[in-house]
């Protein structure tokens, strides 16, 4: 099953047209009954095509506490301050969020994502005195600022990018560098900037001069999954990086 899916996906840039509608009808036979199943899916679609330019990653997968080694370094880091503000970007229907507010049980976490329909399911199940959930294009969260910690996990990212035989991105290195740009305004010095499963190097951007990687035991991580440079070229089938950066500065 695994090998026809291989083959299946590999046709998708076939040089020979009838390969590329081999692969076509194939995703139209697989996709069509899981978009008619699921109203997640579909909304996915829709916000993909109402907010296409400025969206990220479409898939709105995720999990309670789906990066425990993450939350343990932050909390090491702050040592059970209290008064943290946190931020999830691309925190779909609020599970992040929610681990994020029992780990750090006296903060307040907001979190952001561009699905309107995500932002609901969220807000329905943990919205709370402490929680909140804000539209990515809203004034609100543009004017957010002074986080402590802001999370971008499994956002800066596109499937299609997984695949080990594509060598040019599908997702633009400027993209994700002036999305990178917009959270550090928002973020205080001192401060945890933590990116994980992204398609490009946080180090790779100009903003890294204003950061130091965390000395943290686990932060360094090696994937598999291919990495891409600023000029959008793949460089590698793996990664291998930390997720976890101090903000040292403001400029
Ligand atoms: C795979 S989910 C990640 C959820 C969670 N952070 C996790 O790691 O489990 C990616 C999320 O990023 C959101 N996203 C994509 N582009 C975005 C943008 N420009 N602003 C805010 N959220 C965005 C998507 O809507 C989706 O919910």
Request: net charge positive.
């Amino acid at each position: 099953m695994r090998n026809l899916k291989a083959t299946i996906v590999s046709l998708k840039t076939s040089r020979f047209l009838i390969g590329r509608l081999v692969y076509t009808a194939a995703f139209l036979i697989i996709s069509i009954p899981e978009y008619l199943a699921s109203a997640q899916k579909r909304s996915e679609l829709w916000y993909g095509v109402r907010y296409g330019k400025d969206y990220h990653q479409k898939a709105s997968f995720t999990l309670e506490n789906r990066y425990p080694d993450l939350f343990s370094i932050c909390q090491n880091y702050f040592n059970y301050r209290s008064e943290l503000k946190i931020l999830s970007f691309g925190c779909s229907t609020g599970e992040e969020v929610k681990t994020l507010s029992q780990v750090f049980p006296k903060a307040e976490v907001v979190g952001v994502d561009i699905n309107k329909r995500s932002l609901r399911k969220a807000r329905k199940n943990y919205e709370n005195s402490k929680v909140s959930f804000l539209h990515s294009e809203s004034m609100n969260f543009k004017n957010a600022s002074y986080f402590n910690v802001i999370f971008c996990c499994a956002v800066f990212q596109k499937t299609d990018n997984r695949d080990q035989s594509n060598h040019e991105s599908k997702y633009l290195f400027s993209k994700f560098e002036k999305a990178i740009t917009e959270l550090d305004k928002k973020l205080n010095k001192g401060g945890l900037l933590v990116i994980d499963h992204s398609d490009f190097l946080f180090t790779d951007t100009s903003l890294f001069r204003n950061y130091e990687v965390l000395d943290a035991e686990g932060n360094r991580l090696k994937r598999n999954r291919p990495y891409y440079d600023s000029n959008n070229k793949r460089v590698s089938s793996f990664t291998e990086t930390n997720r976890v950066y101090i903000k040292i500065s403001d400029n």
